[in-house]
């Protein structure tokens, strides 16, 4: 009796055990780097579809209050931004608003972008999207 008991508590616990993901699903991190010097953006509105998974997490916060989560980075007119991003995404649009709250579109070439040529204060917003996902990340500029 206790061998069939044995048996079937083993058969059970197997059965549980491949109920797991196989592997972990992780937010992609972006960074900034000015100066060699790496600084982590803000992530907002993350949605992502792995197999029988789907995240989302969507934020209510605008981008003004995301800005204020990063540290302002202190840059000169014409400076390069290099960005590092997780995951090796398939498309990234930049866009840049300003003091009077313009907003324009930013090109982006190998992951690098130009600091405007005009001082005053700025948020990016990079919009990256993967096959299985999307998400923005948030940073702001004083350009001096």
């Not at 900034?32 to 789907?54: A, F």
């Not at 003004?64 to 989560?69: G, K, P, R, T």
């Not at 690098?112 to 990079?126: A, F, H, V």
Request: net charge negative.
């Amino acid at each position: 009796m206790k061998k069939i008991v044995l048996s079937i508590l083993i058969v059970a616990l197997l059965n549980g055990c491949n109920a797991f993901p196989k592997g972990t699903i992780s937010q992609p991190e972006g960074k900034v780097i000015l100066n060699e010097k790496q600084y982590t953006m803000i992530p907002v509105d993350y949605e992502w579809e792995d197999e029988n998974v789907k995240i989302t997490d969507i934020s209510s916060r605008d981008i003004n209050e995301l800005a204020d989560d990063f540290e302002t980075l202190e840059v000169k007119k014409g400076d390069i931004l290099n960005f590092e991003i997780e995951k090796n995404p398939s498309s990234i649009i930049i866009t840049k608003l300003d003091e009077e709250g313009l907003i324009d579109n930013v090109e982006i070439k190998d992951y690098k972008i130009t600091m405007p040529s005009k001082e005053g204060y700025y948020i990016y917003e990079l919009k990256v999207v993967w096959d299985k996902g999307k998400e923005t990340f948030v940073f702001d500029v004083d350009v001096k």
